[in-house]
Structures are given as structure tokens and as C-alpha cells.
């Protein structure tokens, strides 16, 4: 997006939500701080620091730091570049519809059907945010969560890999796939991840990563274009409103939202201490249903869906080792955990 655009955007952004001079000439150079980092491009790969940014951004703000507004704002700007892309399109003026143009210029975009239906979705979930409040597009008792059983273990394998150099400090251990397949099974080993590994799981699958309003900035702050598919002037609609949206809710005081959380409260918030951008679309999932009634179905299965990990692992491991996505000790290491798994279950 052309930085005059990214400008023209944060000040109208300010005067919509009655920032103070100070706090908006701050919002409005943070609006376009992003294209002097140069860290380009600004419109692939941001989803963690869009995340982080606005995560800081709100912290800021329960701390009456007034660099909250250049840090959403910074945030912002990714995701405008993010929905905009190309400069197809683009004029300072052109983000002025009201809901019904908006809607309608939504309904007259000419593209595929999956395409468009993500459009309409997004559509229609600003639509509510702005009409009717956050609550209403997202119930303050939904999480986001662990995709599966299988997830939680591939995130320790994550966390395995990255804590490997201090579990094996000897290097011609961990280069050597022999040895390293010789360590993985050792005793050493086992004492150093079984209790943690255990923990994770339980963690992992049967809490929340996040809930009520951190999970719906994590759901706005994600809305993303299909892939391949552009939409024009709708593009910097959406990314003007989205951004507006974003803002208000990470600007607003404590006692204007309707319920209290580690988005809403200090105390709450670094007791908690959420984190959006540990969130991973690959392994995370929000689940439109109340977090206790997740948590009481996940208690019943934790077993049976440990039992179906272990019935499916021959044909997944398989499948990650065709698929290339992951490095060699990725893998030793994630079924060196897989068989600590199988001892588990023998004693069961
Ligand atoms: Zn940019």
C-alpha cells in the first residue's frame, strides 16, 4: 500500500476514534513506521509479528503508555499491506463506502466460488463487529485450542528440537544420526522429557491457548485473503475497516468491554500472559463452542485419542517422512517421543 494511503487511513482512523493531537500524531506515524523498517515485503509472512505487535500494543495501553498507538498502528499497517497487495486500485479517497455499498460491492465481486465466500465472510464478520460489538461476532466463551492429539505432540517435538543442544550438549552426538538414535532411546533421554513431554500433552490438549477477547483480536488480526485472489478497491475497504476495528478494540478502556479477561484486565493479563503469536494455524483451532463444555469432552477422550496416535503412527510417520517438511532430528526426535508414548501405554 502506497504510504500516502497507509497515512490517509491512520488519520481518518483517529478522528473516528477521538484520539487525543498527542496520541494521534503518534498512531499516524506509526501508521506508516513499518516501510522505514524496510523489512519487506510487508504483505507475506507478518502474521506472528501482526500478532506480537498488537499483543504489546494492548499491554501498553493497561499500562497508560502512550507508544501503544504507534505500536497497533504499526500492526496495522501490516495487515492493510497484507489485504491491499498491489496498488491496483488505490486512492486516498476510495475508502468511503457506507455498509450497504460496501456489501453490495462485496456481492459483485466476479470471482471463483471459494474465493468469494471468504470475502463474504470477512464481509459480514466487520460488518457485525462494527454494528453490534465484538461480542457479537465472538462469543467470549469460545478458545482457541490444540487442533488434535497428534498436534500437541508435534509441539514438543518443536519445542524438543529447539531445547536439543542443551539436552545433548555433545555436537558429534546430535550430527550423527546413529548416535543420536542410540541417545533418543537412552535412559538420559527419558528422565530429561518424559515429565515435561506429560505435562505438555495434558496442557495442550485440555486448555485453551487462548480465550475470550485475546481469541477474538487472535480472529480478527488473522483475517486473510484467499490466496491468489484479489479483490480490488474491496481490498482496501476491507483492509481500512479492518484496521479501524483492530484499533478500537486495542484502545478501548477496561470498563467499556462487557466482560473481564487478560485482554481487559492488568491483573488478569500478566497472570496469563497471553500470547497471540504463539498461536499456530497448523496446530491451533478456535472451536465456536463454550471452553468448559471443549474441555469436559477432551477429559473423556485424552486416552482413546492417545490409543488412536499410537494405532495411526506407523502410516503418519510415513507421511511426515515423504512430506519433507520437518529436518531428520525432527523426526528421530518425535518418535523417540512416540515411544515413550507406547511405554506409557503398556502400563495402562
Ligand atoms: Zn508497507
Known sequence: MLRSTHKAIGERITAELGLSEENARIF?????????????????????????????????????????????????????????????????????????????????????????????????????????????????????????????????????????????????????????????????????????????????????????????????????????????VVDLEIAYRLSLEIARYTLLPSQQFKHQDAWTERAEREKEKPKLAFVLPEYHVLIPKPADEVRRDRLLIFDAEERRFLGEWPDVAEALRVSGHHSDNWRMLLSGLVELLKEKQSWA
Open 28 to 232: 499516524i506515524e506509526g501508521s506508516t513506521g513499518p516501510d522505514s523498517h524496510a523489512d519487506f515485503p510487508h504483505a507475506v509472512r507478518k502474521e506472528r509479528k501482526i500478532l506480537a505487535k498488537l499483543d504489546e500494543a494492548r499491554t501498553l495501553f493497561l499500562l497508560n503508555d502512550e507508544y501503544s498507538y504507534g505500536e497497533v498502528a504499526n500492526a496495522l499497517h501490516y495487515i492493510r499491506d497484507k489485504w491491499t497487495r498491489t496498488r491496483e486500485g488505490e486512492r486516498e479517497n476510495a475508502v468511503e463506502m457506507n455498509d450497504q455499498e460496501f456489501m453490495r460491492s462485496v456481492e459483485l465481486l466476479d470471482l471463483p466460488e471459494e474465493a468469494k465466500k471468504t470475502y463474504l465472510g470477512v464481509a459480514k464478520s466487520l460488518l457485525e463487529v462494527k454494528n453490534s460489538g465484538i461480542e457479537s461476532f465472538f462469543d467470549h466463551s469460545w478458545g482457541i485450542w490444540h487442533r488434535d492429539y497428534a498436534s500437541c505432540v508435534y509441539v514438543f517435538a518443536d519445542v524438543a528440537e529447539m531445547m536439543l543442544p542443551t539436552l545433548q550438549p555433545d555436537a558429534s552426538v546430535r550430527g550423527n544420526s546413529e548416535k543420536l538414535e542410540e541417545y533418543l532411546r537412552s535412559e538420559a533421554f527419558k528422565r530429561a522429557t518424559q515429565e515435561g513431554f506429560s505435562a505438555s500433552l495434558i496442557t495442550n490438549f485440555l486448555y485453551p491457548k487462548l480465550v475470550g477477547y485475546p481469541a477474538a483480536m487472535y480472529c480478527l488480526a488473522s483475517l486473510s485473503p484467499p490466496a491468489g485472489f484479489r479483490g480490488g
